[in-house]
């Protein structure tokens, strides 16, 4: 099945200005750069339209690689590569599935909402458009999708030095693919639909203080 990539074309228009309007806000003391790399579990939501195959409700690994920019105290702005591989439960047939993603994501610190937490907690909301990318593997290799996704999550952070926080991830994937799938009968497994997945991870500030003015 090919993809139109025509159809993406806001999408990549939405990502560069989210990469471009980092450049265009003064460079603040409070602003801050960070690197992110996660680890966990994932689970791809089955629709029912591929009857006989069904995934594990806990599947490793889930992978994310992230960079982020606060482009002032609450408001940020992140570009992030998740990969996530899944298989057959056990009363399955048999299969396996790569699912690699791309999302542009808006940030939003909750620190000054919730200021009754512990100075060294935090929560972060993050959503935002991305692609999707899903390939079966062995014998169910041609049967891959490329469609967008729309991505939203909730992080909390603990800082355990002034630039470093270790933090869990609980996100959603939604899949904006039609309907539209492989002949299960003549093709046999393919999967276009939801993600949700949970990781723990280390952020790490490039730029300064993590957790001070």
Not at 12 to 26: E, G, Q
Not at 124 to 150: A, D
């Amino acid at each position: 099945m090919t993809s139109d990539f025509r159809n993406y074309k806001w999408f990549f228009l939405i990502a560069i200005l989210v990469l471009l309007s980092t450049n265009v806000y003064s460079q603040e003391d409070r602003e801050k750069w960070k690197f992110q790399f996660a680890l966990g579990l994932n689970n791809p939501l089955e629709d029912g339209s591929t009857p006989g195959y069904y995934s594990k409700s806990m599947n490793f690994p889930t992978i994310n690689l992230g960079i982020q920019h606060m482009l002032t105290s609450k408001i940020g702005a992140k570009l992030d590569f998740g990969y996530n591989r899944s298989s057959n439960d056990p009363n399955s047939l048999t299969y396996k599935l790569n699912y690699s993603r791309v999302n542009a994501q808006f940030v939003y610190d909750a620190f000054d909402l919730l200021n009754f937490l512990p100075s060294k907690v935090n929560l972060i909301g993050h959503v935002g458009p991305g692609l999707s990318f899903t390939k079966p593997l062995n014998n169910f290799s041609e049967n891959s999708y490329t469609f967008l996704n729309l991505l939203a999550g909730i992080e909390l952070h603990y800082g355990i030095s002034e630039t470093v926080s270790v933090y869990g991830d609980l996100s959603y994937v939604l899949s904006l693919s039609n309907a539209e799938k492989y002949d299960i009968a003549v093709d046999g497994f393919s999967f276009n639909g939801d993600l949700i997945y949970a990781t723990i991870g280390i952020s790490v500030s490039i730029s300064g203080c993590y957790f001070c003015e």
